[in-house]
């Protein structure tokens, strides 16, 4: 059990990986950046030398990811926010990304809160902005007081506890599932462990980057929605 403890705390620690100057630069940092080296690499290569007649298999499957995507996120966010696609479709990517590095060796950034917060604080400022340019300034306010006034402290509180939910979800579902792979590890300690670590390092980690977007972009729609 000691041991158990000393992992779990050694996951929730948040290492520096290097300082410049007076600024500590955490792993977690570190890592967001190789994520972000991936995806700017990768779609650097599948949209290099585009065509628009003949295209190779390189377009076409660019082309089929990019369409997948597009019809995803615009199917929960509606038709008022669709153009907002482009930005889950970053969150969606990057999370999943993040979730499954842990395979590779590196410890996935959204074991760290500060991260989950960063996102949830990223979302939460879309959610009011989409809302303010879409009923204006006087029509968000109003917002709050529907569908009766004595529910405004409510809907001002959501502004605060919708970024406390995102953040604390993931951040809680992804430590959940280190958690249960240590137990499994002491009960079962060959082959099974195996099974259930692609099950979390896959399956799992895409279904937590799936369940904050699909947040998110209901509470963009939420937000857009006109009478």
Request: hydrophobic share 55%; glycine share 6%; proline share 4%.
């Amino acid at each position: 059990m000691e041991e158990f403890t000393k992992e779990l705390l050694d996951q929730l620690n948040v290492d520096t990986a290097f300082t410049i100057g007076p600024f500590a630069i955490s792993e977690s940092v570190v890592i967001t950046w190789v994520v972000m080296a991936i995806l700017v690499l990768l779609s650097a290569w599948l949209t290099r030398g585009l065509k628009v007649h003949n295209p190779g298999k390189k377009q076409i499957v660019a082309e089929s990811i990019v369409i997948w995507l597009d019809d995803f996120t615009i199917s929960m966010l509606g038709e008022n926010a669709k153009e907002y696609s482009t930005y889950i479709s970053t969150i969606l990517l990057y999370i999943g990304l993040a979730n499954i590095i842990g395979i590779f060796g590196m410890k996935p950034p959204t074991k760290d809160m500060n991260v989950t917060i960063a996102l949830a604080l990223m979302s939460i400022v879309l959610i009011e902005v989409s809302g303010i340019r879409t009923k204006g300034l006087k029509g968000w306010i109003k917002s709050f007081t529907q569908p009766v006034a004595v529910v405004t402290p409510i809907n001002i509180l959501e502004i605060f506890t919708r970024p406390l939910s995102l953040c604390m979800r993931l951040f809680g579902n992804v430590i959940g599932a280190f958690v249960i792979m240590e137990m499994i590890k002491m009960v079962v300690p060959v082959f099974i462990p195996t099974v259930f670590s692609l099950y979390f390092d896959f399956f799992d980690g895409f279904i937590q980057a799936y369940v904050f977007v699909f947040l998110t972009s209901l509470f963009i729609a939420e937000a857009t929605e006109t009478e």
